[in-house]
């Protein structure tokens, strides 16, 4: 019989025992969530029909039902707590704002209640009664792991920039008045001024800015159907991976907004420069994540290879349209 060998597991079976481990902190999750969010929204109806008519509820019943809501609240931030941030940030941060929601529902409900006189069940009541329950509902929707969560914040991001896109497209058919919805003002005086117009030479410009926020919107819309296909939260490279691309991803919304406002007459063409600089560095920036990801096997190597030269080639337009500005 030998001794001093000790059994080492091999990297297969830790694997295996890594993604059940997370398999069964998913599904303690899950139960958890409904169970104490459910019990936060029928604390709120008793607290609110309890002080919905004369008479008040006596004193001790009064504490019965301050701590009852308490310990609904406190069972609600415990299950925010207890979730591993091994789990994944972007999935940890959803949860986080639907249990922060919940809390400032009770505040308000609470009050509303300390404020109204009790005569009948008021309105404020019955809407901030009603926005705990609608902020306990939400919670049924919440993803149950890092690649849904993930899914979700890039669905999100995508639809703001398909709004950003499609409106920029709107204002700038030609002979359109990018200010057309804003009636003349007497102190503004005629908006035929030409500050409200783009020249010739800003539609050449912008025409690049467009290539590059149509290539934001095609980036995000790749980058989620990759998720969607191969993303998995089974292991912590595999969630951190997720959060890498989610983290950079939630800045191409704000990037294209700000290039956006700087694209309006008067045109900067120097704003301009540096607002499409700063969205092309985080398209280039998600590419590269992607592609070194698990998210992106050899078969989605194509499309980052097109949406890297894409992304180039429109920066480099805007360089030399504003080269004589330097």
């Known amino acids: 019989m030998q001794t001093g060998v000790h059994y080492q597991p091999s990297e297969k079976k830790q694997t295996q025992d890594t ?9 303690l999750l899950d139960f958890f969530l409904g169970q104490t969010f459910q019990v936060t929204s029928q604390e709120a109806t008793k607290l ?3 002080f919905s008519r004369p008479p008040l509820p006596s004193a001790e019943n009064c504490r019965k039902l301050s701590e009852d809501v308490q310990n609904a609240i406190l069972a609600v931030a415990t299950v925010y707590y207890w979730l591993p941030k091994g789990q994944g940030t972007t999935l940890r ?15 308000q409900l609470t009050d509303t209640i300390l404020n109204a006189p009790v005569e009948s069940l008021s309105q ?10 609608e902020a306990c509902e939400q919670v049924s929707n919440l993803p149950r792991d890092n690649q849904a969560a993930v ?4 669905a999100a991001s995508l639809g703001v920039v398909k709004d950003a896109v499609e409106e920029m497209e709107h204002a700038l058919v030609e002979g359109q008045d990018p200010y ?3 009636m003349e003002d007497e102190e503004l005086g005629f908006r035929g001024n ?8 800003d539609r050449r410009l ?25 993303g998995k939260a089974d292991s912590p490279e595999h969630i951190a991976q997720l959060d890498d691309l989610a983290d950079i991803a939630n800045e191409i919304s704000p990037s294209v907004d700000e290039l956006a406002l700087s694209m309006y007459p008067p045109v900067n063409p120097l704003a301009v420069r540096l607002n499409a600089a700063k969205l092309a560095s985080v398209l280039t920036k998600v590419l590269e994540i992607a592609k070194t990801s698990h998210v992106c096997p050899p078969s989605e190597e194509g499309w980052v290879q097109f949406l890297t030269g894409a992304v180039d080639h429109n920066m480099n337009k805007v360089k030399n349209f504003t080269q004589g500005q330097l």
């Open 93 to 107: 941060k959803m949860v986080r704002d639907a249990t922060t929601e919940v809390v400032e529902g009770m505040i």
């Open 124 to 133: 404020e009541q019955l809407i901030s009664t009603g926005g705990v329950w």
């Open 19 to 27: 993604s059940n481990l997370l398999s069964l902190l998913l599904l």
């Open 151 to 154: 899914v979700s914040a890039l």
């Open 180 to 182: 057309g919805d804003i």
């Open 48 to 50: 609110s029909l309890a």
């Open 194 to 201: 030409r500050d409200t117009y783009w020249s010739e030479a």
């Open 206 to 230: 912008l025409s690049s800015c467009m290539g590059l926020m149509k290539a934001s919107k095609a980036c995000l819309k790749k980058v989620l159907a990759a998720v969607k296909a191969h």
